[in-house]
């Protein structure tokens, strides 16, 4: 059978011949030239997408720098005004809530004088700032869930019900002090399960 197959071989030399320079090899050229062009072409899109990164991170990096820009601007205007040199400081945290209420940036300010104590004109404590949830707009079923949920995470350590039962909440409710609260039980009671991922 070797014998058959050696002597076919012989007779067909020009066959195997031009099968192999007609379709073998330009099959193989192309092969390499397709991965060769996905490669280039899966580079050319990281950069592609790298460069969009970039330039969305200068967008935002300019936005937030004119942002501060902006109050640096106010914040000068702002000193510029008598109360501040007549250190009255009623009138300055009544100047600062009109001029800077509107600005989510400006957390904080405080004021130092020279040889005197620092002072925090705008000062709040946190309950103040951020009413607690018996104060929120909740009706009476999201007062019970809430309570539920208190109890399960509290009294019982029962973290996955009192998860479901905060989602419920979050999902239930439009309010914009409540929702970010909900997600941060969540987070808490996942924490507690040991549900880290």
């Given at each position: 059978m070797?014998?058959?197959?050696?002597i076919?071989?012989?007779?067909?030399?020009?066959?195997?011949?031009?099968?192999?320079?007609?379709?073998?090899?330009?099959?193989?050229?192309?092969?390499?030239f397709?991965?060769?062009?996905?490669?280039?072409?899966?580079?050319?899109?990281?950069?592609?997408?790298?460069?969009?990164?970039?330039?969305?991170?200068?967008?935002?990096?300019?936005?937030?720098?004119?942002?501060?820009?902006?109050?640096?601007?106010?914040?000068?205007?702002?000193?510029?005004?008598?109360?501040?040199?007549?250190?009255?400081?009623?009138s300055?945290?009544?100047?600062?809530?009109?001029?800077?209420?509107?600005?989510?940036?400006?957390?904080?300010?405080?004021?130092?004088?020279?040889?005197?104590?620092?002072?925090?004109?705008?000062?709040?404590?946190?309950?103040?700032?951020?009413?607690?949830?018996?104060n929120?707009?909740?009706?009476?079923?999201?007062?019970?869930?809430?309570?539920?949920?208190?109890?399960?995470?509290?009294?019982?350590?029962d973290?996955?019900?009192?998860?479901?039962?905060?989602?419920?909440?979050?999902?239930?409710?439009?309010?914009?002090?409540?929702?970010p609260?909900?997600?941060?039980?969540?987070?808490?009671?996942?924490?507690?399960?040991?549900?880290?991922?």
């Amino acid at each position: 059978m070797i014998e058959n197959l050696k002597i076919a071989l012989k007779k067909q030399k020009r066959l195997i011949a031009i099968f192999f320079l007609t379709i073998f090899l330009p099959s193989v050229s192309l092969s390499i030239f397709g991965i060769r062009a996905i490669r280039n072409e899966k580079f050319r899109l990281e950069k592609q997408l790298e460069n969009e990164h970039r330039r969305i991170a200068n967008f935002f990096k300019t936005q937030i720098h004119s942002r501060f820009e902006n109050i640096e601007v106010v914040l000068q205007n702002v000193a510029q005004y008598p109360s501040f040199a007549e250190k009255d400081i009623p009138s300055i945290r009544e100047l600062l809530n009109n001029r800077l209420h509107d600005n989510p940036l400006i957390e904080q300010i405080f004021i130092l004088y020279r040889d005197e104590n620092l002072s925090f004109p705008l000062f709040r404590p946190f309950a103040e700032r951020h009413p607690p949830i018996s104060n929120m707009r909740l009706d009476d079923s999201q007062r019970e869930k809430l309570k539920q949920a208190q109890e399960c995470e509290f009294q019982r350590n029962d973290y996955r019900t009192a998860v479901s039962l905060y989602r419920e909440l979050f999902s239930l409710s439009r309010d914009r002090n409540i929702r970010p609260l909900m997600l941060n039980h969540i987070a808490r009671n996942l924490k507690k399960s040991g549900n880290y991922h």
